[in-house]
Nanobody, 125 residues
Framework: QVQLVESGGRLVQAGGSLRLSCAAS????????RGWFRQAPGKEREFVAA????????LYADSVKGRFTISRDNAKNTVDLQLNSLKPEDTGVYYC??????????????????WGQGTQVTVSS
């Protein structure tokens, strides 16, 4: 059974930092892109960052570019998201995901078919 489990979310003050981690089990995702999405209260889920299977290509949402960093460790089947200079508008549930098609890098939810349960990030002003 494929399982993605996020960790690291918590309450943090504006300007602070967090590191989210996502561990995968039941399947190896080395040939698949990995991504992070988030959903704020009352809003739709939105793309945050994605990294190609090799890690050589990375995409970020404009709202997090320069502040967040995505990375992956294929040996450990994990993907991390470093969040710096956090803002209250970064508050939400953060979900990690794995790509549906080998080698394809995407920013859209339907291109990912394995999802975690999410971890809550709350940024206070």
């Amino acid at each position: 059974q494929v399982q993605l489990v996020e960790s690291g979310g918590r309450l943090v003050q504006a300007g602070g930092s967090l590191r989210l981690s996502c561990a995968a089990s039941g399947r190896t995702f080395n040939n698949y892109a990995r991504g992070w999405f988030r959903q704020a209260p009352g809003k739709e889920r939105e793309f945050v960052a994605a990294i190609s299977s090799s890690g050589s290509s990375i995409l970020y949402a404009d709202s997090v570019k320069g502040r967040f960093t995505i990375s992956r460790d294929n040996a450990k089947n994990t993907v991390d998201l470093q969040l710096n200079s956090l803002k209250p508008e970064d508050t939400g549930v953060y979900y990690c995901a794995a790509g549906r098609t080998p080698w394809r890098l995407s920013t859209t939810g339907p291109d990912f078919d394995a999802w975690g349960q999410g971890t809550q990030v709350t940024v206070s002003s």
